[in-house]
């Protein structure tokens, strides 16, 4: 397999992330929810021509929390089956080891059926010390419009971030908040009203009255508009994420109840 790197610097620092969505029935670009990084770490964003049909050129990139692009992006060239091509973006000469942002991978030019199916996506977070992956998630083509997320465990050195994103040009209104295993809501919740292109985030902290470990859920109540959500769980001293990140199960794009990209 042949594979192009793409890697550049950024030049800014870099907050919480969002990118372009609609509501659609056809299949569309592939995207993804916001993934945290911190300045140790380099984020990766793959792409694959799944045999045996080629994949069309497209613009990888990355995005910041009010859709503007940050870092390096690239048009890539056209694929043949079976070839890949990954853009980097290394953070550690713009924020400390212990600084921690959110970051939204761009695959934009996927606007057909054909293409979508042969341009396969995936974004990975790589420890700038060993070069180990330590997450690794897919990209999807629609999310369903309530995100439902299982139990995840957080002890009393990590914490749980629960991200959601206003996809343009559609806003994001509801309720951001945590549930226990018995379903009583723990912590805070917050309100969400973003406009198209915003992101936020809502945070619980490990430890406490949560005690040494917890199993906790991540709950996302959406009133209106396309909210795309992820959770993530991160070490408290070093703000990586390691192996514990968490999109909502992505749905067919020709379900009617489907946010298609």
């Not at 969505?21 to 300045?39: C, D, E, K, R, Y």
């Not at 959500?229 to 991160?234: C, I």
């Given at each position: 397999m042949k594979q192009y790197t793409l890697t550049s610097a950024l030049g800014v620092f870099i907050a919480l992330t969002t990118?372009?969505?609609?509501?659609?029935?056809?299949?569309?670009?592939?995207?993804?929810?916001?993934?945290?990084?911190?300045?140790?770490?380099?984020?990766q964003l793959n792409l694959v021509a799944f045999p045996p049909t080629p994949c069309s050129p497209v613009t990888l990139g990355f995005q910041n929390?009010?859709?503007?692009?940050?870092?390096?992006?690239?048009?890539?060239?056209?694929?043949?089956?079976?070839?890949s091509v990954s853009l980097a973006l290394n953070l550690s000469s713009f924020i400390g080891a212990d600084q921690r942002v959110e970051l939204l991978p761009t695959v934009a030019g996927m606007d057909g059926a054909a293409t979508g199916a042969s341009c396969v996506a995936s974004v990975e977070v790589i420890d700038n010390a060993n070069g180990v992956t330590m997450v690794l998630a897919p990209g999807a083509v629609g999310y369903p419009p309530n995100p439902a997320f299982g139990m995840l465990g957080v002890t009393s050195n990590q914490t749980v971030r629960l991200n959601v994103v206003a996809y343009p040009p559609t806003p994001c209104l509801g309720t951001i908040s945590w549930g226990d295993m018995n379903g009583t809501p723990i912590g805070t919740s917050l309100q969400v009203s973003l406009s198209p292109g915003q992101a936020t985030h809502l945070d619980l902290p490990g430890g406490g009255a949560l005690g040494q470990r917890a199993d906790v859920r991540p709950?996302?109540?959406?009133?209106?508009?396309?909210?795309?959500?992820?959770?993530?769980?991160?070490?408290?001293e070093t703000k990586a994420t390691r192996a514990v990140y968490y999109p909502p199960t992505p749905c067919a794009p020709s379900s009617t109840s489907c946010v298609a990209f």
């Open positions: 990118a372009n969505v609609t509501l659609a029935q056809a299949p569309g670009p592939t995207s993804f929810p916001m993934v945290g990084i911190t300045g140790a770490q380099t984020l929390r009010n859709g503007v692009a940050v870092g390096p992006s690239e048009t890539t060239p056209t694929l043949q089956p079976g070839q709950v996302v109540t959406v009133t209106g508009g396309a909210c795309i959500a992820s959770a993530e769980v991160y070490n408290n």
